[in-house]
């Protein structure tokens, strides 16, 4: 089996995701700031925002990983640190995860499942216990949604993501660190159609992220698209440490699921934030990392140097 770039098995170069011309950075603030200007309470910017992104038919707003080859919440509100003698210094590059960091939604995946009455409990299982690869469990996926609704249009999936929000305190905190010089990324395992929206509306510095194939009508294929194990994230993050000259004490990752621990590379910082299960709290205490349980991102400027 090829081995690309990264050393991850089974993928191919990075595709070109979308047929498109993105849009600039100066026209998608013009259409947020559009949206800003309505008469529409701010609950209902966001979802109307990718509405807007929906029917304008934007299929790439931000630039994948420069050479980078492919292959419920808990109520506790607090910060735990298992060191707070010494301030924190700001880092020279931050890594999120997407789903429940970014975002408040527990899965990219599992929106679909849910817009399309589906359920991958079984699949998921084979998928933990080793009996499926990736982009089996991708492809097992697809075929679940495709016998509730066939064809499948890339506009069909856009619409499922509409009423998705940012996770408070995500366009603050991103800007913040930015402002700073840090270099801002995203490594998620999500779907790059929805994760490369989010990547624009906060204006991180790169991202990576798994997805789909689409046919020539934009109509959703059979396979997936695996640019990254959902448990090698941390292969990602040495790349891109090479890439930019950074050196892995210099990197803070955010995550919340316990998979997301490969993010914390030999040297590196690790925020496990807002848990998405309880196991994954359990892990990341067991990690010894800093923990942030409470849904808001400005949480973290004191873990990042930013206080």
């Given amino acids: 089996m090829q081995k690309d770039a990264l050393g991850l098995e089974g993928c191919g170069p990075l595709p070109s995701c979308f047929s498109r011309k993105p849009y600039s950075a100066e026209t998608v603030e013009t259409m947020r700031t559009l949206v800003g200007t309505l008469r529409v309470p701010p609950v209902f910017r966001f979802p109307l925002f990718l509405s807007v992104i929906w029917l304008s038919s934007i299929t790439f707003i931000a630039k994948p990983f420069k050479q980078v080859s492919s292959c419920e919440v808990l109520e506790s509100h607090m910060v735990s640190s298992p060191s707070n003698s010494v301030k924190a210094k700001i880092p020279a590059c931050v890594v999120f995860d997407c789903d429940g960091v970014l975002v408040d939604a527990v899965s990219s995946w599992r929106t679909l499942h849910d817009h399309f009455g589906t359920d991958n409990v079984k699949n998921l299982q084979h998928f933990i216990n080793g009996e499926l690869s990736d982009v089996e469990f991708m492809r097992s996926d697809i075929q679940l949604w495709k016998n509730k609704q066939n064809p499948i249009f890339k506009d069909d999936l856009f619409r499922a993501y509409s009423g998705i929000k940012l996770m408070p305190g995500a366009r603050e905190l991103v800007s913040e660190l930015q402002q700073h010089g840090v270099f801002v990324a995203i490594v998620s395992a999500g779907v790059d ?42 292969e990602i993050i040495k790349k891109l440490c090479e890439m930019k000259g950074i050196v892995s004490s210099d990197v803070v990752s955010v995550g919340d699921s316990e998979m997301d621990l490969s993010m914390h590379i030999e040297g590196s910082n690790f925020i496990g934030f807002n848990p998405s299960r309880e196991s994954a709290l359990l892990a990341f205490e067991k990690a010894g990392v800093e923990i942030v349980t409470e849904k808001d991102l400005r949480l973290l400027r004191p873990l990042l140097g930013l206080e």
Avoid at 197 to 214: M, P, R
Avoid at 220 to 232: Q, S, V, Y
Wanted: aromatic share 10%.
């Fill in 193 to 234: 159609i929805f994760v490369s929206t989010i990547a624009s509306l906060l204006k991180v510095d790169d991202w990576i992220a798994n997805g789909f194939e689409f046919a020539d009508d934009d109509s959703l294929t059979d396979e997936g698209i695996c640019r990254l194990h959902a448990g090698g994230k941390g």
